[in-house]
């Protein structure tokens, strides 16, 4: 099976923006979550979709919003860019049948969004 | 809880010696631990995981312990090599609402100097 993609792998925008990622789901999985990397906070869980609903979300400001497609497909929009939006982030998915807690996430390459 | 406490932050060792990362957990609930490795500039990769009916579990060079009264797991990689510097992230999924939550451990940059 093919595996997780993000597009762009790449963005630089300015302060005040908003971006838009996307990550495709490996063929079969439903759940997708979004996660943000710095160097000092680690990886911090946004939110997670699941069939087109947000099932989970982390604590992050409402400038932070995501959705999922019918074709399990996921997209992360951050409006109002900080300079401290400024992160890797990263996307896993999962077949997100597993209600105990025991599914295996599997990740994107990423997408490094840089605010100037 | 949410927590997940992950030791050390930093591990420098020669090749040829063992590594052990250790990772702490709150949630009782907790029945699967997964870890990845993160190379520079990469995704995190999944390298081995344990489910709670097991004590350990080894792939080669890699095995990974769980303590489920103690609420600890750790990775142990033996006969290290430079190929095994990366950052290291535990992960603990547990049962949330019929789903799951995710929480990461903060990682352990390894470095395995020749």
């Known amino acids: 099976k093919a595996g997780v993609t993000q597009t762009p792998r790449y963005l630089i925008k300015t302060r005040g923006q908003q971006v838009t990622l996307s990550c495709s789901p490996i063929s079969g999985h439903r759940s997708v979550s979004w996660y943000q990397q710095t160097p000092g906070q680690g990886l911090q869980f946004l939110f997670e979709?699941?069939?087109?609903?947000?099932?989970n979300k982390g604590n992050f400001p409402g400038r932070f919003s995501g959705r999922q497609f019918s074709n399990s497909r996921s997209e992360m929009n951050v409006s109002t860019l900080e300079l401290g939006d400024s992160a890797l982030y990263l996307c896993a998915s999962s077949p997100g049948l597993a209600g105990g807690g025991t599914d295996t996430q599997y990740f994107g390459p990423g997408t490094r969004l840089t605010v100037l | 809880g949410e927590n997940v406490e992950q030791h050390p932050s930093t591990l420098s060792v020669q090749e040829g010696d063992s590594a052990v990362i250790k990772c702490t957990y709150s949630d009782s609930a907790s029945n699967y631990f997964p870890w990845y490795k993160q190379e520079l500039g990469k995704r995190p990769q999944l390298i081995i995981d344990i489910r709670s009916n097991v004590g350990e579990k080894k792939d080669q060079r890699i095995a990974v312990t769980l303590n489920k009264t103690a609420k600890h797991f750790s990775l142990h990689i033996t006969e290290t090599q430079p190929e095994d510097s990366a950052v290291y992230f535990c992960?603990?999924?547990?049962?949330?609402?019929?789903?799951?939550?995710?929480?990461f451990g903060t990682g352990t940059k390894l470095q395995v100097i020749p």
């Open positions: 979709y699941f069939s087109e609903t947000q099932r």
């Open positions: 992960a603990n999924p547990r049962p949330s609402g019929g789903y799951q939550k995710v929480t």
